[in-house]
């Protein structure tokens, strides 16, 4: 008999130590002001608020063995008002997570003070981690969170219970710190849609972004140094036999996750790399709806992602002018230049006019992060993805491996590509069709190398390897080409001096002819 995936995630009840919550950055939102926004939201005007003051703190060995384990052990200072501070300590284990979406163990206890308590730790799981009691010993505090929570309880007309929690604050380590300023629903009661539910009702009001880094990610990245690095592709470990499904879930996740982190950087830094792997992001999950199509056109269509148009725009206007500056331009300085005090001077006004063209995309990358259309549009993402293995099930799919399936699917791919390649042998490249014909090339190498990657656990691996690297190759040498092409087209309105514009044009057409 055939049998429907399991739920991707469970539904709480009694007697279940489960933490299942949706986190929610506030891009833009000023600290002063922002809890006033959250009360005057429709659905949690009429609720009564808790205040509370929080200070949690994250401890690990020195070898850091709860982090490896993606575990954590907080200490938590809680103070209601003027009244005493309470101790809670809190161990979270490994769990589930797709974006800001998360379930995961939780065990929370009274304690007196505010040092680990052996004893509360083997009510959880602590003891298969440290069976002979060698960590216990070793545990030091790592990092800390501060901040004011104004908390709400919300009941749906459905009786789902949410717990809202608005935290601002900090988060520290060392001298380290970083601001912290976001909305958490944690499920009480009910169905795991029910957060996205009250998520969307939030995101039509104020702006908000997925947020995938819980408070000790962010924490411990404060203590590497690498709280402002962008997300790359993660490698996925799947088997062969997976059902297709859930594997399909696992690969646009983890796309989507790169999307929506490096979202969240572009907020708090302006490193132009975050802008890049955005991108990224964005076309790994574009290449991986085309591979999955067959399996979701009728039964699990994707959401329409019209409302992130302005947003994907921003993001290509910035990125065209951050490979402008940093990448396409330098290397040819001194060729342009050529000794030139004036044709230094012209060059020199180029970079100024440059530098202030991409202060004024930033200005629109984040007002575009900032909308409440965006926000809405990428949790239906993750909405979507979160019921993916069950509302696209069909009695077909049963048995059926994600190793077979992809394999398949991608040697279709890898034949288009090639055909695709041979035609473009014989175009015109000084025709606008041959141009344009070439740029399709170029994203269906792209979309190849992403698919590739993503399911290289799965597929033959000398073959997949052979693929990879011919994709990769074909991309680089279009691109260079093309990045030239387009750079006196990019530059022209910002009223560079016409003889740059010659000498890139000719750069381009001679780079061109060897693509």
């Known amino acids: 008999m055939s049998r429907r995936p399991r739920a991707p995630l469970a539904t709480p009840s009694a007697g279940h130590d489960t933490e299942i919550e949706l986190k929610l950055a506030l891009p833009g939102a000023d600290a002063r002001t922002i809890a006033a926004q959250v009360a005057a939201l429709p659905l949690l005007a009429s609720l009564?608020?808790?205040?509370?003051?929080?200070?949690?703190?994250?401890?690990?060995?020195?070898?850091?063995?709860?982090?490896?384990?993606?575990?954590?052990?907080?200490?938590?200072?809680?103070r209601q008002g003027k009244g005493k501070a309470r101790w809670l300590q809190t161990f979270k284990t490994a769990g589930e997570?797709?974006?800001?979406?998360?379930?995961?163990?939780?065990?929370?206890?009274?304690?007196?003070?505010?040092?680990?308590?052996?004893?509360?730790?083997?009510?959880?799981?602590?003891?298969?981690?440290?069976?002979?009691?060698?960590l216990l010993p070793q545990l030091a505090p790592c990092f800390e969170t501060d901040s004011a929570r104004t908390l709400r309880l919300y009941t749906a007309d459905d009786g789902s219970r949410i717990e809202v929690v608005l935290d601002i604050g900090a988060v520290r380590a060392g001298e380290a710190h970083a601001a912290l300023c976001e909305l958490e629903l944690e499920l009480l009661k009910g169905p795991p849609d029910a957060l996205f539910a009250l998520a969307d009702h939030i995101a039509q009001h104020l702006p908000v972004l997925p947020?995938?880094?819980?408070?000790?990610?962010?924490?411990?990245?404060?203590?590497?140094?690498?709280?402002?690095?962008?997300?790359?592709?993660?490698?996925?470990?799947?088997?062969?036999?997976?059902?297709?499904?859930?594997?399909?879930?696992?690969?646009?996740?983890?796309?989507?996750?790169?999307?929506?982190?490096?979202?969240?950087?572009?907020?708090?830094?302006?490193?132009?790399?975050?802008?890049?792997?955005?991108?990224?992001?964005?076309?790994?999950?574009?290449?991986a709806l085309w591979l999955f199509k067959p399996l979701l056109a009728e039964p699990h269509p994707a959401p329409d992602t019209a409302a992130l148009r302005p947003l994907l725009n921003a993001l290509g206007a910035m990125r065209d002018l951050d490979v402008a500056a940093l990448e396409t331009l330098p290397p040819w300085?001194?060729?342009?230049?050529?000794?030139?005090?004036?044709?230094?001077?012209?060059?020199?006004?180029?970079?100024?006019?440059?530098?202030?063209?991409?202060?004024?995309?930033?200005?629109?990358?984040?007002?575009?992060?900032?909308?409440?259309?965006?926000?809405?549009?990428?949790?239906?993402?993750?909405?979507w993805l979160h019921a993916l293995p069950q509302a696209a099930w069909t009695p077909d799919l049963a048995g059926r491996g994600i190793g077979d399936w992809s394999a398949a699917?991608?040697?279709?791919?890898?034949?288009?590509?090639?055909?695709?390649?041979?035609?473009?042998?014989?175009?015109?490249?000084?025709t606008a069709e041959g141009v344009e014909h070439q740029h399709n090339v170029r994203l269906l190498a792209k979309r190849t190398r992403y698919v590739l990657e993503a399911l290289r656990a799965v597929l033959p691996k000398q073959r997949t390897r052979r693929w990879q690297d011919e994709a990769t190759d074909l991309q680089?040498?279009?691109?260079?080409?093309?990045?030239?092409?387009?750079?006196?087209?990019?530059?022209?309105?910002?009223?560079?001096?016409?003889?740059?514009?010659?000498?890139?044009?000719?750069?381009?057409?001679?780079?061109?002819?060897?693509?």
């Open 97 to 134: 997570s797709a974006g800001a979406f998360s379930q995961r163990g939780e065990w929370e206890a009274a304690v007196r003070a505010g040092q680990p308590d052996p004893i509360a730790l083997q009510a959880t799981p602590w003891p298969a981690l440290d069976p002979d009691g060698t």
């Open 211 to 287: 947020a995938p880094l819980s408070k000790a990610e962010r924490g411990w990245r404060l203590v590497d140094g690498t709280l402002q690095q962008p997300r790359r592709a993660r490698k996925l470990n799947l088997a062969p036999d997976a059902p297709v499904l859930d594997a399909a879930q696992a690969v646009l996740g983890e796309m989507l996750g790169q999307f929506v982190e490096n979202l969240g950087g572009i907020v708090e830094s302006d490193g132009p790399e975050l802008v890049h792997q955005a991108r990224v992001g964005w076309r790994r999950w574009r290449s």
């Open 333 to 383: 300085a001194n060729a342009f230049v050529a000794g030139s005090a004036e044709r230094a001077q012209n060059w020199q006004t180029m970079e100024a006019a440059l530098t202030a063209e991409r202060r004024i995309r930033r200005a629109g990358l984040l007002a575009a992060l900032q909308s409440p259309a965006t926000g809405r549009a990428l949790l239906a993402l993750e909405r």
């Open 476 to 515: 680089t040498r279009i691109g260079a080409a093309r990045d030239l092409m387009l750079l006196a087209t990019l530059l022209e309105p910002l009223g560079i001096d016409p003889s740059i514009l010659g000498f890139l044009r000719g750069v381009a057409a001679a780079r061109a002819a060897d693509a």
């Open 48 to 78: 009564p608020a808790t205040e509370q003051t929080l200070r949690n703190i994250y401890y690990d060995t020195p070898a850091q063995d709860l982090r490896q384990h993606q575990s954590a052990l907080r200490l938590r200072s809680q």
């Open 409 to 430: 699917r991608t040697r279709r791919l890898r034949a288009r590509l090639a055909a695709e390649v041979h035609e473009l042998s014989a175009a015109d490249l000084d």
